[in-house]
């Protein structure tokens, strides 16, 4: 099937910066991009169908590199509404060490429609939440993204330092490191894609340093590189867990975690609020990556991320929307306009262009998850693009002045049509696979029954 996308306005890569091209033309066939050119040339090619697309703006797809899908059950949660890190995170884990398979299933698809209606077509989830004696799996989240059709790299994640060893979460929600270990193999035989294309790739992900062991930080480590996999955790988001690891381990969280071989091209750490230079040094000569979650940092209270300075110093940035108890909404692009401005509190008017933050969200994220094939409008790339109504009173006169800066500068506007992996998976603006309403009236109910205050 040939289905050509004739005469849009598209964002593409060229020479490393995102630029506007109109009356262009895409042609999709399968699953990948197989032309991307002016609108009169690709008329001549022929086509299964075409689809008039002059009343779109058509971008990548939006990557999205720090998420827990699971968090939807508890986003807004009144007790922990004004609570900094430490203290949502205690309050939170009293509530999340009941969940069960089937409402970590629900969650992840409510996290996912999210992504998807807002024209994210890949995301990692850091799945850090195995309750001891429940029946949650990580085939949760793979089985939510397979109903949805969104491209995933899910993380194995981990807490196995509960109370009783110093950790924070309670000792129901800490696992036993060999489990951990032995869970990590089954998944990653199961489920790990190398594949040039991949829709599902399983990444290694303890949660944090003080919720991880340092064995399990280094066996960790030790598996992710015997299996080429990615690994990925979050590091220095406050000032407590500073000072957590200071105290406890006599040194910043950059160098505990340098220590523990977790930096290097296949690691990415989400947050990276508090980083003194000789840790963005440290970050950018390892090329170790970072997800940049802006309006978690600014819900949480946690700081301003050095951002500028971290792509200034060559560090691969993406952008991530975090779990949804601690942004309360999964649009990233909403992510990309937060991420602009809030550099701009800390550096001015200058410190972050639309641009920036475009390519954070698209070429940044691919680089971020080593999808060298993703994050751009390219020949022989996945087809994976989010296509928005220029004609949308979000972008009016916006889009006259300056397309990409529509999207960025103004309040996030929805996608008409998602396509990931040439599939159309939100059309319309409403989801293809799955019941909306029913969906979302059935996570009502559980949230209501289970995990409201
Ligand atoms: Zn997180």
Redesign the pocket.
């Known amino acids: 099937m040939r289905t050509r996308y004739h005469d849009a306005t598209l964002i593409v890569h060229e020479g490393g910066r995102p630029v506007v091209r109109e009356h262009q033309s895409i042609v999709v066939e399968g699953t990948q991009i197989a032309a991307v050119g002016s609108a009169a040339e690709l008329a001549r090619l022929a086509v299964d169908e075409t689809v008039d697309s002059s009343r779109y703006l058509i971008i990548p797809g939006l990557i999205n590199t720090?998420h827990?899908l699971f968090q939807s059950l508890t986003r807004g949660l009144k007790a922990v509404q004004s609570a900094k890190l430490f203290d949502w995170l205690t309050g939170l884990y009293q509530r999340w060490q009941h969940v069960d398979f089937v409402a970590d299933k629900m969650a992840a698809q409510i996290s996912i429609a999210e992504l998807l209606l807002g024209g994210c077509t890949t995301t990692s989830d850091?799945h850090y939440l195995f309750p001891v004696g429940s029946d949650v799996r990580l085939e949760a989240v793979l089985e939510a993204a397979e109903s949805l059709g969104i491209r995933i790299h899910a993380c194995r994640g981990s807490m196995t330092m509960g109370q009783s060893k110093g950790g924070l979460p309670p000792d129901r929600c800490a696992e036993d490191e060999k489990n951990v270990l032995a869970d990590c193999t089954r998944v990653l035989d199961l489920y790990h894609d190398p594949q040039r294309g991949a829709m599902r790739r399983i990444d290694l992900a303890p949660c944090a340093p003080f919720n991880v062991s340092p064995e399990l930080l280094r066996d960790t480590a030790t598996m992710a590189r015997e299996r080429r996999v990615l690994m990925h955790t979050?590091a220095a988001e406050t000032l407590d867990e500073e000072a957590y690891c200071l105290e406890r381990f006599k040194c910043r969280p950059m160098e505990y975690l340098r220590q523990h071989h977790w930096v290097g091209p296949d690691v990415y750490l989400?947050?990276c609020v508090c980083l003194d230079d000789s840790e963005i040094e440290l970050l950018a000569r390892t090329k170790t990556a970072v997800a940049h979650?802006p309006s978690?940092n600014m819900r949480l209270g946690s700081g301003i991320p050095p951002v500028r300075k971290l792509l200034d110093a060559g560090v691969t940035v993406g952008i991530g929307v975090?779990?949804s108890s601690?942004n309360d909404g999964g649009s990233l692009v909403a992510e990309m306009r937060q991420a602009m401005l809030l550099q701009r509190v800390a550096h001015g008017a200058t410190a972050m262009t639309p641009a920036q933050a475009f390519s954070a969200a698209t070429m940044g994220g691919a680089a971020v998850l080593n999808r060298e094939e993703l994050g751009n409008i390219a020949v022989g790339n996945p087809a994976d693009l989010a296509m928005f109504r220029t004609d949308d009173i979000a972008l009016a006169g916006l889009i006259v002045q300056d397309p990409l800066g529509a999207l960025v500068l103004g309040q996030p506007p929805r996608p008409e049509r998602v396509m990931v992996n040439g599939r159309l998976v939100v059309k319309d603006g409403r989801l293809t696979m799955l019941d909306q309403e029913r969906l979302v009236a059935e996570f009502n109910s559980l949230v209501r029954k289970h995990f409201s205050s």
């Open positions: 720090h827990h850091h979050h989400a947050h979650c978690s975090d779990g601690s």
